[in-house]
């Protein structure tokens, strides 16, 4: 455990008084808080956090299912009322002037927003009733966190000054309510933003905090779990800062979760359980990369699944008042009690009860009431088959049906037919056919007994019964809907096979290899009923969804179609999208092309639509083909949306189909700055080989860029466009031109070892070019502890002017979100590719010549003293195992401090000084400046002539 990624000699702080009882990972943190006199906490996700709840919105439905008929909404409606109420009062802070709101406020504006739902605006007694409530619930809500607890105690015993700070809308009095409720007392001050107007998000709560307190920054440490508003503002505030683990944040990012849309129970409870599983909380931490294999499985994939089909299944089973669910075997037992688990935690009058059931069991039983279907079902092939395997099946003895198998074509009873074979499939139907009696008889006594069993599990003769089956054809189920069909047929003359009314209507939900059925019969209810035709746009989707809210911004008037001649109507036959029957919004009240008519009444002929001008639609995404098609994929792969994972209301619409994808911010920009001799074309070359051009700039060869005529950063016209910048140039100016996140990183190389490999290459393109080289002695004249040189040229600002040249590039190497090394290459660029989403070939691009192996040169301590230190205290601190989410994870930090500290417009004429100023050294060497010049200049002489014409013309 590190504060502030401080390097402390953790033994010999002082212990004040740390308990004997702490365990070996508590006692570090102690110790490393030691010194410090004032002790701060952050309260929410640090001290308290909401049991059994994965995020604070999702709080707000079981909130509004108390505080929601005050309103006269439902708990979903007020769930949506209450955040929209929120983002409105945040939004008018800046009218105000101020950084907090208030609950009283979010409630009136939820209030004033009443009447854009079609109710009256409240009484304030019920708006204050409804915020009495909300405060209710979150405090029965709230228990300790129990990894941090002990440090709240530690501190109060050991005389420390123990403050506590909050962003939150609450007064202090309610928070002093929840802390005396969970045994936190003794702290000396309790700030609270909505109290005093300052936040900890905007940095101004710090130093009202050292204000009242009456000490430096310096005195205090603080822990909070916040990144930006307890991590970064208090760093730059100049206070330690200690970072507490909040496993909702990590899960929300691995699994990409919707953070708009509060997750109801079960659902939040099994979210919340699952991340405290994984990842752990508070001082205690847990990557799931440490767990074995068949654990991380278990726990990551195979749990969420299970309970989040349980958890669906609960639902349904409430929503519906089925009153039993039939789990049918071999699949369903571990399904059921997943389900019992649920039935137990929660509650629930459905039963859950296991059938025994199997595709033989089903398929004997049809062969009395249906041998029309046991024809198709005898010769059903699924690998290989032979004559006495058909037979066997069906419970006849192969060597009682020689001759039959011979009159069928067969030359003996283990004749192997493949599948796909015709011939063998029309020979299983002669031989059907043959034993087409036989075969009934036989088993005439299994489907009595089968019919019994189904009677005594209360399926057959029920008014309704609910299957659960898994599999991916469901034939399982859908022979059992037949025998149940031919049961209830005889009686009635009647039959019903309907699916479990849900919303969408859709009965059967597929991802991957899994589907889970579920049907009602009832006897005697007459025909089959189809559910009723999609005849809107808005139907359509809220049946692919699964009930969900049609999307925004998405016409939902009612769609008109054309249908062709002589099909069936909408309910039998549904138009192909993209086929010119769907009408554009604009064009929703007119008739199709070719069937419109002239004001005469005479109808115009037929004709094929002239190709529509390319003009942007509203809403369109006008980026280039190329990038929607990446999109579309990585939506389909990876999204909650994508249509894997669409239509499955299970956990928050995605859970089974994010539960095995890892952290990967896909709007990042990875910046990596080359130094020399370190392996760097290798990643340049792997990373060119994945992406387009238009999203890589790179200014490792600006002597290559000048050949291929590319422009540098400043000219290029889509900088949004680009996901790798790499090169020996990079700037510090480069990285105010991103707004969106920057992931910057590096790589380094034993000092010697890199000064000799820069020293060969030099060698090698001397020769190459012709020109006489360098001595060694005069080459380390001009190489003076290169790499610091290198870093403090380029990062200016992060480097300061003071201290010595390790000082200064240590500060630079601070600001780095990774630092790779030759030792650990592969593992330590797969967190750029994962960061870049590819997976490239594993090539190295840096092998040594042939004539170049086995010589050494041995460079002198004095050239690279400063460089070795750079190195070694890199090493210390980006050395070692490589964990992708705790590199993610710092990113987001730095990355909010280097947009701090590099403030402002980027500098361009800085910029283009430093980067021609790298490209003359680059010329120079090649002996290419002068064709540069004279190209740039003829270049000059048309662009002169080029806005001179254009200037006559505008003169006119």
Not at 489 to 495: C, E, L, Q, W, Y
Not at 901 to 912: D, F, H, I, K, S
């Amino acid at each position: 455990m590190t504060l502030n990624h401080l390097d402390l000699d953790v033994a010999r702080l002082p212990v004040a008084a740390i308990p004997a009882d702490a365990g070996e990972e508590l006692d570090v943190v102690l110790r490393r808080l030691a010194p410090f006199d004032v002790i701060s906490f952050d309260i929410f996700e640090t001290l308290l956090r909401r049991e059994g709840v994965f995020r604070p919105i999702d709080l707000f439905l079981t909130i509004g299912e108390r505080a929601g008929p005050l309103l006269g909404l439902s708990a979903a409606e007020f769930a949506r009322l209450r955040m929209r109420g929120e983002r409105d009062a945040r939004c008018a802070l800046e009218a105000r002037r101020g950084h907090e709101v208030t609950l009283a406020e979010m409630y009136a504006r939820m209030n004033a927003l009443l009447p854009t739902l079609g109710r009256a605006s409240v009484s304030h007694a019920a708006l204050a009733e409804a915020q009495r409530i909300e405060q209710e619930v979150e405090l029965e809500h709230l228990a300790p966190v129990p990894s941090v607890e002990p440090i709240y105690h530690w501190a109060v015993k050991a005389g420390k000054r123990v403050v506590l700070v909050s962003d939150f809308y609450s007064s202090a009095d309610f928070i002093d309510a929840a802390l005396s409720r969970n045994g936190y007392a003794g702290h000396e001050r309790l700030f609270v933003s909505c109290d005093i107007d300052r936040t900890k998000h905007h940095g101004d709560l710090y130093a009202h905090v050292c204000e009242e307190m009456g000490v430096t920054p310096r005195q205090i440490a603080h822990l909070g779990d916040n990144p930006w508003s307890d991590g970064s503002r208090a760093l730059q505030s100049g206070i330690a800062h200690l970072r507490v683990g909040n496993p909702a944040g990590r899960l929300v990012g691995r699994w990409r979760i919707d953070w708009r849309n509060p997750s109801p129970q079960p659902s939040s409870a099994v979210f919340a359980a699952v991340a405290d599983d994984l990842f752990g909380s508070g001082i205690a931490p847990r990557e799931p990369e440490d767990l074995p294999v068949l654990q991380r499985v278990g726990r990551e994939c195979l749990g969420p699944l299970l309970f989040g089909m349980a958890g669906w299944l609960h639902q349904e089973a409430q929503a519906n008042e089925t009153p039993a669910l039939h789990f049918c075997s071999r699949d369903g037992l571990v399904m059921k009690r997943a389900f019992d688990l649920f039935r137990r935690r929660f509650g629930t009058k459905t039963e859950s009860r296991y059938l025994m059931v199997s595709r033989q069991a089903i398929y004997r039983a049809r062969a009395v009431s249906e041998p029309e279907a046991a024809a198709a079902l005898f010769a059903q092939n699924w690998a290989r088959l032979t004559p006495a395997d058909a037979l066997a099946r069906w419970g006849l003895d192969p060597q009682e049906f020689g001759t039959q198998i011979r009159a069928a074509g067969f030359s003996s009873p283990q004749d192997v037919v493949a599948i796909g074979d015709k011939a063998g499939a029309g020979r299983f139907a002669k031989l059907f056919e043959a034993c087409r009696a036989a075969l009934q008889a036989a088993n005439q006594a299994h489907a009595h007994l089968f019919a019994g069993y189904l009677a005594q599990e209360g399926v057959l003769g029920a008014e309704a019964v609910t299957l659960v089956d898994i599999g991916w054809h469901g034939s399982l189920q859908k022979g059992l809907g037949e025998v149940l069909r031919a049961r209830l047929d005889r009686p009635s003359g009647g039959a019903l096979s309907r699916p479990l009314p849900r919303q969408g209507g859709a009965d059967r939900l597929r991802c991957g290899g899994l589907s889970v059925l579920a049907r009602r019969h009832a006897a005697g209810a007459g025909a089959a009923q189809e559910p009723e035709p999609c005849r809107t746009a808005a139907h359509r989707r809220s049946r692919l969804d699964g009930g969900l809210s049609p999307r925004r911004g998405r016409d939902h008037r009612p769609v008109r179609r054309t249908r062709r001649r002589g099909a069936p109507a909408c309910g039998g036959h549904r138009p192909n999208p993209g086929s010119g029957a769907r009408l554009r919004r604009g064009n929703a009240g007119q008739s199709p092309p070719g069937r419109r008519r002239a004001r005469s009444g005479r109808r115009l002929p037929r004709a094929r639509p002239a190709a529509r001008p390319a003009v942007p639609r509203r809403g369109r995404d006008h980026r280039p083909a190329a990038d929607r098609g990446e999109l579309r994929r990585h939506r389909d792969q990876h999204c909650l949306d994508g249509p894997v994972s669409r239509g499955l209301p299970i956990v928050e619409r995605g859970l089974i189909v994010a539960a095995a994808l890892e952290k990967v911010d896909f709007m990042a920009v990875c910046v990596g700055v080359h130094v020399p001799k370190c392996a760097g074309t290798t990643i340049l070359k792997r990373v060119q080989s994945c992406l387009p051009e238009h999203k890589i700039y790179q200014n490792t060869s600006m002597h290559e860029n000048f050949m291929l005529g590319r422009p540098e950063i400043m000219q290029l016209p889509r900088r949004d466009q680009l996901k790798f910048v790499w090169g020996h140039s990079i700037h510090e100016e480069m990285l105010k031109y991103f707004k969106s996140p920057v992931f910057l990183f590096t790589g380094l190389r034993e000092p010697r070892a890199r000064l000799e490999s820069m020293y060969l290459y030099h060698l090698r393109m001397a020769r190459s070019l012709g020109n006489e080289p360098l001595s060694l002695e005069r080459f380390l004249d001009y190489t003076s502890d290169p790499i610091c040189q290198f870093f403090i040229h380029r990062f200016p600002t992060f480097a300061g002017s003071e201290g010595s040249l390790f000082e200064r590039a240590q500060r630079v190497i601070d600001m780095f979100d990774h630092v790779y090394f030759s030792e650990n290459l592969e593992a330590a660029a797969d967190i750029v590719f994962r960061r870049l989403d590819i997976s490239p070939e594993q090539v190295n691009h840096n092998q040594r010549p042939a004539d170049e192996k086995g010589k050494n040169i041995e460079i002198p301590d004095g050239n690279t003293a400063q460089d070795l230190k750079l190195y070694e205290y890199a090493q210390a601190k980006f050395g070692g195992a490589v964990d992708f989410d705790e590199v993610t994870r710092r990113s987001g930090e730095l990355d909010a401090v280097r947009k701090e500290r590099l403030q402002g417009w980027p500098q361009e004429e800085r910029l283009a000084e430093f980067l021609y100023g790298e490209a003359f050294k680059e010329y120079r060497d090649w002996g290419d400046y002068q064709h540069v010049i004279s190209t740039r200049m003829n270049q000059m002489r048309a662009l002169s002539l080029e806005l001179a014409v254009y200037s006559k013309f505008l003169a006119r």
